[in-house]
C-alpha cells in the first residue's frame, strides 16, 4: 500500500534562512515521487520529481529534494528562503505501475520578512 | 499545449441546483483525475479514468455526484443537487503513464460556492 506523511502541517523560516519541509513515503512498488507548490487561490505546480535516474533531485526555484530508500524519505530544502516561497507544499507518491496519485496533508510555510 | 483547461473559473449556486464541472485534459495523455480541496479536509480524490474509463470513484462522496468521460478530451463533474457543504476548489489533473515523466498536471481549478 501507499502513503505519504509530511511531518510538518506549518513551517516557519525566516527570509535567507535554510528551508526543510520533510517527507516519508511507503510503498510496495518502486516509487514516483513529487513535490508540487500551491500558492494562495492557485492550482498545483511541479516543483521537482523523482524516478529513479539520480537520488539527488533539483527543481525550480532553487528547491532540491533527496530520496533516501533506506529511511523512505524524500525531504525538500531550499538553502535561501525567499519571501515568495510562502505557500503550501505537497508530498505526491506515484507506485511504479502508475496509477493513482497519494498526496500528503501539506505543509505551510511561512517565511518571515 | 494550453495544459488542462477547466470551466469554469468561479461558479456560485444555490443549494438544490445541477453544476456541471469541466475539464479538458492535456491531449494525449491517458489518465485524468477530479480532487476536491477543501479547508478541512484538504486534498481529496473523488474519482479518476485511464482511458476515458472510470477506474477508482471510491472517493465520491455520494450518490449526488457522478462523473463522466466521453472522449479523450472532455470530463465533467456534476453535482445534483448540490449543497452548501460541496462548497470547494474542484481540481482537475492529467498524467500519462509510465516510468519517467509521470508527473500531473493540474488545472486551475473551479471555485464552487453553493449557497
Known amino acids: 500500500a501507499q502513503s505519504v506523511t509530511q511531518l510538518d502541517s506549518h513551517v516557519s523560516v525566516s527570509e535567507g534562512t535554510p528551508v526543510l519541509l520533510r517527507c516519508n513515503y511507503s510503498s510496495s512498488y518502486s516509487p514516483s515521487l513529487f513535490w508540487y507548490v500551491q500558492h494562495p487561490n492557485k492550482g498545483l505546480q511541479l516543483l521537482l520529481k523523482y524516478t529513479s535516474a539520480a537520488t539527488l533531485v533539483k527543481g525550480i526555484n532553487g528547491f532540491e529534494a533527496e530520496f533516501k530508500k533506506s529511511e523512505t524519505s524524500f525531504h525538500l530544502t531550499k538553502p535561501s528562503a525567499h519571501m515568495s516561497d510562502a505557500a503550501e507544499y505537497f508530498c505526491?507518491?506515484?507506485?511504479?505501475?502508475?496509477?493513482?496519485?497519494?498526496f500528503g496533508t501539506g505543509t505551510s510555510l511561512t517565511v518571515i520578512p | 499545449d494550453a495544459g488542462v483547461i477547466q470551466s469554469p473559473r468561479h461558479e456560485v449556486t444555490e443549494m438544490g441546483q445541477e453544476v456541471t464541472l469541466r475539464c479538458k485534459p492535456i491531449?494525449?495523455?491517458?489518465?485524468l483525475f477530479w480532487y476536491r480541496q477543501t479547508m478541512m479536509r484538504g486534498l481529496e480524490l473523488l474519482i479518476y479514468?485511464?482511458?476515458?474509463?472510470?477506474?477508482?470513484d471510491s472517493g465520491m462522496p455520494e450518490d449526488r455526484f457522478s462523473a463522466k468521460m466521453p472522449n479523450a478530451s472532455f470530463s465533467t463533474l456534476k453535482i445534483q443537487p448540490s449543497e452548501p457543504r460541496d462548497s470547494a476548489v474542484y481540481f482537475c489533473?492529467?498524467?500519462?503513464?509510465?516510468?519517467?515523466?509521470?508527473?500531473?498536471?493540474f488545472g486551475q481549478g473551479t471555485r464552487l460556492t453553493v449557497v
Open positions: 491531449s494525449g495523455h491517458d489518465y
Open positions: 479514468f485511464n482511458n476515458n474509463v472510470p477506474i477508482d
Open positions: 489533473a492529467s498524467s500519462l503513464k509510465g516510468q519517467t515523466n509521470t508527473e500531473a498536471f
Open positions: 505526491v507518491v506515484r507506485e511504479g505501475t502508475g496509477n493513482q496519485f497519494y
